[in-house]
């Protein structure tokens, strides 16, 4: 593994608790913490990182708190998932400029990524999911990202990265994102044109309303992603206070719901949670919403452990149907009930049990239709 102890800073367990202590049921009595010395990773399930770089929000801040906000709420919590190993091996280092810490994100997480290592990176403004993406870049690997977010960023007029970043990484080249979806986005925050040409792209952008009526339609799209980003002003203000950009927005337990679905994905090996600021929070709520959507990200985790491969049929229902004059598969699992469904090429990707209820009355299922849009 690549020495990054030039890019890590340790974490300060004592200062999260103020010296009270924590339980042996809690779980900072099961996280590896770098407190002196770097954690060996290599048996872990779930690697935390901390981000404090907040430039390219406009905000000057210091908001290098904004992790330890997070990790002091999440350590509190109960440990009810053993066969998870949670390694936190402390804050990627904030650089001299934005690019600087860009970089630094980039080299630690495609370091991980290599590793073959699911990543959790914690507080930053959001256009740290384009160094995010960068690890990708760096090591050639192509993706399906996704974004779950109350704005499309892709507003070039904007002065603030973080409110374009969006341009730079699905129109940047060479281009890696084979794929790119958006779940949340609230209709009034974004520019008519900009939904047409997203759907052009054949990009797939999810409204909050659609949303949060169709909740099980949101997990096979994170199943299929790589690379998920989570702005925290996807959730309405009553439930994450720090989230000044909308009243409106998932509840807190639709954010826990979404993040249990990243948790059950295999394919997933970074997630971003970003945007919170300690100082717009209110009773530090904001850092206990998001603690608990990690919570159920570890179990999600924890879940996934328990899917067989799609090769272990024996552990599948399959159903036989026509699509588009094809014969198709569906796979439903005994063991967690998640969908999928067989492409044209033979390939398998995630759907719902609505996309096999579709095909079974004559329909192209619109997931199944997007798909072979895309090639």
Known sequence: MLDLHDFLSPVNIHELNNDSGYNDGQLARHIDVYEEEIPD?????IVLVGIGESRGSGSFDDMNDA???IRKQLYQLHYWHSDIKIVDIGNINTGATLADSYAAVKTVLSELITLNKTTVLLGGSHDITLAQYFAYKHLDHVVEATCIDATIDLRSESHNRSENFLME???GEPNLVK?????GFQSYF???RMLETMDKLRFDCYRVGLCKEKMDEMEPVIRNTQMLSFDINAIKHSDAPANQCSP????????CMLTRYAGLSNNLSSFGIYGYQPRADVYELTAKQIAQMLWYFIDGKSRSKQEATLEQREHYNE??????ETDTVFLQSRKTGRWWMQLPNKKMIACSYNDYVSAKHNEIPERWLRVQERG
């Open 248 to 255: 409106n927005g998932f509840t807190g337990e639709e954010a």
């Open 190 to 192: 974004v520019h008519p």
């Open 67 to 69: 992790p330890d906000a």
């Open 319 to 324: 159903f036989n149907t026509v699509v588009a």
């Open 179 to 183: 794929h790119y979806n958006h779940i």
């Open 41 to 45: 990773v290599s048996e872990a399930d």
């Open 169 to 171: 990484m699905l129109t």
